[in-house]
C-alpha cells in the first residue's frame, strides 16, 4: 500500500521520534511492562504504515458487502438499518415469558430471543424426576405445543424474527415453532429467526447433549435441509462461538474453532448432497464480544475474511451470500461480576461497541444483574436502552468500517487471520483433510478441552497476581455492595407447569402419540430426514421428552471420556 521509498522515511522519521522525544517520557515509565488484550495478545505502543506495509487493498480489504467482507456484510451496514436488538428472554411458564416478549415489543425490540430452561434444553419433561427443582428457573420450559401456543400468543410469527438458543433438543422446538405457523395460518416459507442448534460446540464447550457427536450431526443436517425447502428465511443453524469464549478460550481460538464447526456442517451438508449455494445463505453465527475493544473488532474482521476465502476457495461457493458471514453477538456474561454489578453496565457498554464497530447484525446486551440473577425486568430495560443509545445518540453505525485503514486494527486483524488459519489448517489435518472429520477427532482426542483450558487457566493466574485488573474484583474493592431487586421465579412455577403438561397428556390421543413416535423411530432407522416425522409428533401434543428419548433408544446415550474434560 505504500511506496517503498516513503516506507524508508516513515522508519527513519520513527527512529527519530523514539529517540529524541519518546526516550524522555520513558524515563518516567509506563503503567506495564508489557500491554496484552483479555485474550493475552501483546499490542505494541505505537502502529504505522510500515505494520500495513503488505497490505492489499483489493484482495485484503476491498468494499463493505464485497468480498472479502472484511469492511462488512453489507454496503450500507447501518446507515440502511441497524443492527437487531435481540434480547434474551425466558423464565417460568410460557404465561410470564411471552407477558416478557410483549414488554419488549413494546420498549423497542427488533426481535425476539428465547431461553430454556435446563430440562427443555437437555431434552427431559417437567415431570421427569431430574427437572425436580429447575422447572422455569433459568429459561421458560416448554414441554409440548400446548406451551409454545401460549408463548407466542398475540405474537404474529409471521412478523416477528425469533431465535431459539437451544442445542440437544432444538430440532423438537424448530417443529414446534413450524406447527404453530401453520396454526396460524403463516405459510412456512415466510417465518423467519434462528436456531441454535449447534452442536458441535456442545461438546466442545458447553456440554449439553443426548445423543453422541456423528447421530448429533446428522440430525443437524436434517434441519439444514429441511429448512433450505420447508423454511427458507429461517436460519437451521447458529455455529456459536459464544460458549467457546464463555468457557475460557481467547479471541482467536473462539473464532477458529467455530469457524471450523461451521465448516465442519458444510462438509457434512455437501456429502448429503445439498448445494452450497443453496444451504450456504441460511447458515449464520453466534460470537462473544470482550472487553478489549481492538482485539474484538479484529476478530470480527478476520472473520469475515477468512470465512469468506474458504467457503470460495474449498467449497466452490458461488453466491455472494454463500461466502457472506453473518453473525449475532452477545457480550461477555463471563465478564460480569456480582461485585459492584452497576460496573456492568459500562462492561456491557464497551463490549457492545465493539460489537458494532465490528459489524455485528444483531446484538443482545447483558443485564447488570445477570452474575446474581435471571435478569429483572429494570435490568433488562437498561441493557436495551445501552442499545438505542448507541444506535440513536452516539453516532457509532453512521460511518461503515469506521476503524477500517487504522494502522493498529489492520495489523491486528491480520495477526488475527493467522492465528485462526493456523488452528483450522491443524483441525484440517487432524482429519487427513476434511475439518468435519477433524472436529469430530478433535472432540474424541479432547484437543478442543486442552486448548480452552489452558488458555482459561492463563488468564486466571493473570487475574490471581494482579496482572489482569478486574474492577470491583481484585481492585478497587468495596465492603458493601448495593442491594438489588433481583428477579425471583416463583416456587410454584414447577407445579403450574406440571399441571398443564398432565392436562395436555390427558386430553391427546395417546394412540395418535405412539404412532407418530413410531413413525419416528422408523424414520431414523431408515436414515430418513427427521424433521417431518417430529413435526407430525408434536402436532399430535408428543412431549419433548418423549421425541427425544425416542432419539436415545435409536442411538443410544454418549458419556465424555474420562480425563479428557
Known amino acids: 500500500m505504500f511506496d517503498e521509498d516513503e516506507l524508508e522515511e516513515i522508519r527513519e522519521s520513527r527512529e527519530e521520534w523514539e529517540e529524541e522525544t519518546l526516550s524522555k517520557y520513558l524515563e518516567y515509565g509506563e503503567r506495564y511492562d508489557r500491554f496484552a488484550t483479555v485474550s493475552n495478545h501483546e499490542i505494541d505502543r505505537l502502529y504505522t504504515p510500515e505494520d500495513v506495509a503488505d497490505l492489499d487493498y483489493e484482495e485484503d480489504l476491498g468494499f463493505p458487502g464485497e468480498e472479502p467482507y472484511t469492511r462488512g456484510a453489507y454496503p450500507t451496514m447501518y446507515r440502511g438499518r441497524t443492527w437487531t436488538m435481540r434480547q434474551f428472554a425466558g423464565f ?21 430471543s428465547t431461553a430454556f430452561d435446563m430440562p427443555s434444553l437437555m431434552g427431559l419433561d417437567s415431570d421427569h424426576p431430574m427437572s425436580d427443582g429447575e422447572v422455569g428457573k433459568e429459561g421458560v420450559a416448554v414441554d409440548t405445543l400446548a406451551d409454545m401456543e401460549i408463548l407466542f400468543d398475540g405474537i404474529d410469527i409471521g412478523e416477528v424474527s425469533t431465535s431459539f438458543t437451544i442445542n440437544p433438543s432444538a430440532p423438537v422446538i424448530y417443529a414446534m415453532y413450524v406447527a404453530l405457523a401453520d396454526q396460524q395460518g403463516v405459510p412456512r416459507e415466510e417465518i423467519s429467526g434462528t436456531l441454535q442448534n449447534d452442536m458441535l460446540k456442545e461438546f466442545i464447550a458447553q456440554k449439553e447433549w443426548v445423543i453422541p457427536p ?36 481467547t479471541a482467536a481460538q473462539e473464532a477458529a474453532f467455530t469457524l ?54 474449498w467449497y466452490d461457493a458461488e453466491k455472494p451470500e454463500s461466502k457472506r458471514l453473518k453473525f449475532h453477538t452477545q457480550t461477555a456474561g463471563q465478564s460480569l461480576t456480582a461485585q459492584q454489578p452497576l460496573n456492568n453496565i459500562v462492561r456491557t ?25 435471571l435478569p429483572s425486568e429494570g435490568a433488562v430495560r437498561v441493557a436495551l436502552r445501552t442499545q438505542q443509545i448507541l444506535a440513536e445518540e452516539s453516532g457509532v453505525g453512521d460511518v461503515v468500517d469506521p476503524l477500517g485503514g487504522s494502522y493498529a486494527i489492520e495489523t491486528l486483524t491480520d495477526e488475527m487471520e493467522s492465528e485462526i488459519m493456523t488452528y483450522v489448517e491443524e483441525i484440517r489435518e487432524l482429519g487427513d483433510g476434511s475439518v468435519r472429520d477433524g472436529v469430530l477427532e478433535g472432540i474424541e482426542q ?6 480452552i483450558q489452558e488458555a482459561s ?16 474484583v481484585n481492585q478497587y474493592q468495596i465492603d458493601d ?22 392436562r395436555v397428556k390427558r386430553e391427546r390421543d395417546d394412540e395418535e402419540v405412539e404412532a407418530r ?24 401434543y408428543a412431549t419433548m421428552g418423549e421425541i427425544m428419548e425416542t432419539f436415545e433408544e435409536q442411538y443410544g446415550q454418549y458419556s465424555e471420556k474420562i480425563g479428557l474434560a
Request: no cysteine; proline share 3%.
Open 517 to 540: 413416535l413410531d413413525d419416528l423411530a422408523e424414520a431414523i432407522e431408515r436414515d430418513e430426514n427427521v424433521m417431518p416425522y417430529i413435526v407430525d409428533a408434536v402436532k399430535a
Open 260 to 313: 471450523a464447526d461451521g465448516f465442519a456442517y458444510v462438509e457434512d451438508a455437501l456429502e448429503r448432497g445439498l448445494d452450497v449455494d443453496e444451504f450456504g445463505p441460511l447458515l449464520s453465527f453466534f460470537f462473544n464480544s470482550h472487553n478489549s475493544i481492538f482485539e474484538e473488532v479484529a476478530k470480527f474482521r478476520a472473520s469475515r475474511r477468512v470465512y469468506s476465502r474458504i467457503m470460495d476457495e
Open 481 to 502: 455492595d448495593p442491594d438489588l431487586d433481583i428477579l425471583h421465579v416463583d416456587e410454584e412455577t414447577q407445579d403450574r407447569q406440571l399441571e398443564r403438561l398432565a
Open 457 to 472: 487457566y492463563e488468564y486466571q493466574k493473570r487475574v490471581d497476581a494482579g496482572e489482569e485488573t478486574v474492577v470491583g
Open 92 to 112: 417460568g411458564t410460557a404465561e410470564e415469558t411471552n407477558e416478557r416478549f410483549h414488554y419488549l415489543i413494546g420498549e423497542g425490540q427488533t426481535g425476539l
Open 349 to 373: 457498554t464497551v463490549q457492545a461497541m465493539a460489537a458494532v464497530l465490528g459489524g455485528t447484525q444483531s446484538l443482545h446486551t447483558n443485564s447488570y444483574d445477570e452474575a446474581l440473577a
Open 214 to 249: 456423528e447421530p448429533s450431526l446428522d440430525v443437524v443436517t436434517d434441519t439444514v435441509e429441511y429448512a433450505v425447502n420447508e423454511t427458507p428465511k429461517m436460519h437451521p443453524i447458529s455455529i456459536s462461538g459464544y460458549h467457546i469464549r464463555e468457557a475460557g478460550s
Open 446 to 451: 479432547g484437543y478442543f478441552h486442552r486448548e
